[in-house]
């Protein structure tokens, strides 16, 4: 089952803009991720933020999280034509075996037009 | 390092076929864990292994299986194949197990079931 869900799904926006993205999930979670994936590739990934973290830079990226809120962002500022990609957010969900595992959103499919 | 690789990379397979679907993690990483990605589904957990034992499993059916080798190297294998496993499907390596940590995704197996 989908633990966290993206929004927009899709977003297209200038060169130099800049490009939020936002993340809402169910249930308490220990930390949040997110990924970037490039067209039909392997994914990489950006940032790490704990449930105890409100906010975190990396660069150009900035994340905040909202555990009351259950909802996470993510800010690319004066974006450029190679941040296009599909962006996911994964939290830390409790599995089967007592450990836990990450589950994905669905992805926001960025577009940035040069 | 070098990263983590995954073999073969496209596979076209016919219905009731099996396959078996290899990944090398990062030297030094014990966890590997795979994911179905389907423009469907998304993003779906099937399993971790760590130090060759499965610490965790996704609801997938029993003809997704895998193992883990003593050198940390796993493959997953996927019995009577159906025309919707067709998917991209990526395995993730991290030095610890669980949702908590980065995770090293490789390129992915992009798998056809005609």
């Known amino acids: 089952s989908q633990q966290g869900e993206e929004d927009p799904q899709a977003l297209s926006i200038q060169e130099g803009e800049n490009a939020t993205m936002n993340c809402s999930y169910k249930t308490s979670i220990n930390n949040l991720q997110w990924y970037r994936q490039n067209s039909g590739r392997g994914l990489v990934h950006l940032i790490l933020i704990r449930s105890n973290e409100r906010e975190k830079h990396s660069g150009r990226l900035r994340v905040t999280l909202d555990t009351s809120k259950k909802s996470s962002s993510l800010l690319i500022t004066a974006s450029r034509a190679a941040d296009t990609a599909s962006y996911f957010c994964?939290?830390?969900?409790?599995?089967?075996?007592?450990?836990?595992?990450?589950?994905f959103g669905k992805g926001t499919k960025l577009t940035v037009n040069p | 390092k070098a990263g983590v690789t995954q073999t073969p990379r496209y596979l076209i397979k016919t219905r009731g076929q099996q396959v078996t679907l290899s990944c090398s993690p990062i030297s030094g990483h014990r966890s590997v864990s795979w994911y179905q990605q389907t423009p469907g589904q998304g993003l779906q957990f099937l399993f971790e292994y760590f130090s060759e034992t499965q610490r965790n499993k996704g609801n997938f059916p029993g003809r997704f299986s895998g193992r883990q080798f003593s050198n940390s190297r796993s493959e997953m294998n996927v019995s009577t194949l159906e025309l919707g496993d067709s998917a991209l499907y990526l395995c993730?390596?991290?030095?610890?197990?669980?949702?908590?940590?980065?995770?090293?995704f490789g390129p992915g197996t992009r798998l056809t079931v005609t």
């Open positions: 994964a939290t830390d969900d409790l599995g089967q075996g007592g450990s836990e595992k990450l589950v």
């Open positions: 993730a390596s991290s030095e610890v197990s669980g949702g908590s940590y980065e995770q090293y």
